[in-house]
């Protein structure tokens, strides 16, 4: 009797150190997001790419209406070095709030070859799986100051 009591002590003692060294070691979902837009800033769609799962999805959301930005990181990454080349600009997070694995932000994004532009403001949530970023919301651009 002591023995099935010892094995499964030590059982369960092994499956809790298991969960709580895993969950040390994977980042916090806002933390990952933090370091996505981190990247943006840099232009480092490398470091982009790390931080999102193979099958990335991203989505535009207007009102009623919701459609498909990009699919899989092949093709954020021909999005987003098409953009960078285009377009000089940075973002800042207003906002942040992660729970569980979704973080919702309010982003503003400003041109860095147009400082007297107006900023753009947008909604973004995000989803992270496993440290990763799977799935994006983006919501209306709109004038902030």
């Not at 987003?80 to 285009?86: I, P, T, V």
């Not at 800042?92 to 729970?99: F, H, K, Q, V």
């Not at 309010?106 to 992270?128: D, E, F, H, I």
Request: hydrophobic letters at 35%; proline letters at 2%; aromatic letters at 12%.
């Amino acid at each position: 009797m002591n023995r099935k009591i010892r094995y499964y002590s030590v059982l369960l003692w092994g499956l809790c150190w298991s969960v709580s060294v895993n969950a040390a070691n994977s980042p916090s979902s806002e933390s990952v997001v933090l370091g996505f837009v981190a990247a943006f800033n840099r232009h480092d769609v490398t470091q982009m790419l790390e931080l999102v799962t193979d099958d990335v999805h991203w989505y535009k959301v207007n009102g009623r209406n919701i459609g498909a930005q990009t699919t899989g990181k092949q093709q954020l990454q021909t999005q987003m070095e098409l953009y960078f080349s285009g377009i000089q600009s940075r973002a800042t997070l207003i906002s942040i709030r992660g729970e569980g694995n979704y973080v919702s932000t309010m982003q503003k994004s400003r041109s860095l070859t147009n400082l007297y532009g107006q900023p753009q403001c947008s909604a973004v949530t995000y989803l992270v799986e496993s440290g990763k970023i799977s799935t994006v919301w983006q919501f209306p651009v709109f004038a902030c100051d």
